[in-house]
């Protein structure tokens, strides 16, 4: 019964993909990087570049994932909307930066693409960029000046940002990251409803992150949204993180100036 079940549910997902196949042939061609299928498709009918799937996404969403910019180029000539948002108000360059696709990301800030668009969780395909640890995309997007509408944004908006790159950096680890964002001009002592960037590195035990936001003289007392203060949620996770958290609160207590 289990067998026949699981060879069932396998028979169903076979036949759903053969489908959205079926339905979405110039998507299917973009996310193979089938460029022939993709050229012909174009050219059979020149106004289908900005069909959306069932997920509201235009074959432009998937070419750019790919390290090749050809196929990306050829949906853009035939009309692909560079900033076409699908039902979780992502554009193709939060997946350019999802995958670390310089090529394409530079194709898509060619013609306009804007990178600092919030999707629906609040983020930009810059923090999408700097979460993921994509390190040489970042030094590309600030060499582009993509950076200063974040910077603008975190300065004069009434509304504290629910991310921001350097948060998603330390709570992820990427001390490279997190260095850059800093010489790039991200206020160390910003602050979200999570509190700074240190608070993010304590509690997900990013040890090295932690060393580096204290070296650089972030305020280690700074409270989050539940006055707590970094030092407060390394106490918090010790039991759960033996690993990092003994060094990380070593750290919080003055060990942080001896590095």
Do not use: W
Not at 161 to 173: D, E, M, S, V
Not at 208 to 227: E, F, T
């Amino acid at each position: 019964m289990n067998l026949f079940r699981t060879t069932s549910l396998k028979y169903e997902e076979e036949q759903e993909f053969i489908s959205v196949a079926e339905r979405y042939p110039l998507h299917n061609a973009a996310v193979f990087g089938n460029s022939v299928e993709v050229e012909f498709l174009l050219n059979s009918n020149r106004n289908c570049a900005n069909q959306e799937d069932d997920k509201g996404r235009i074959p432009l969403h998937y070419s750019v994932q790919h390290h090749s910019t050809y196929i990306s180029q050829l949906l853009i000539k035939y009309g692909a909307n560079v900033d076409s948002v699908d039902y979780t108000e992502a554009t193709p360059a939060h997946f350019a930066a999802k995958e670390g696709q310089i090529e394409n990301s530079c194709l898509l800030l060619t013609f306009g693409a804007d990178f600092c668009v919030r999707d629906k969780i609040g983020k930009t395909a810059f923090d999408v960029a700097a979460e993921e640890g994509h390190i040489e995309l970042i030094k590309f997007l600030i060499q582009q000046n993509c950076h200063q509408i974040l910077l603008s944004q975190m300065k004069y908006s009434e509304i504290k940002q629910i991310n921001t790159p350097l948060h998603l950096a330390a709570r992820n680890g990427h001390v490279e990251i997190v260095y850059l964002l800093f010489n790039a001009g991200f206020p160390l002592n910003y602050k979200t409803s999570q509190g700074t960037a240190l608070h993010e590195g304590v509690k997900h035990g990013r040890l090295q992150v932690v060393r580096l936001l204290l070296y650089l003289g972030i305020n280690d007392k700074a409270v989050d949204s539940y006055n707590l203060t970094a030092e407060d949620y390394g106490i918090q996770v010790i039991s759960h993180n033996p690993v990092t958290a003994p060094a990380i609160l070593e750290l919080l207590e003055g060990g942080a100036h001896l590095v």
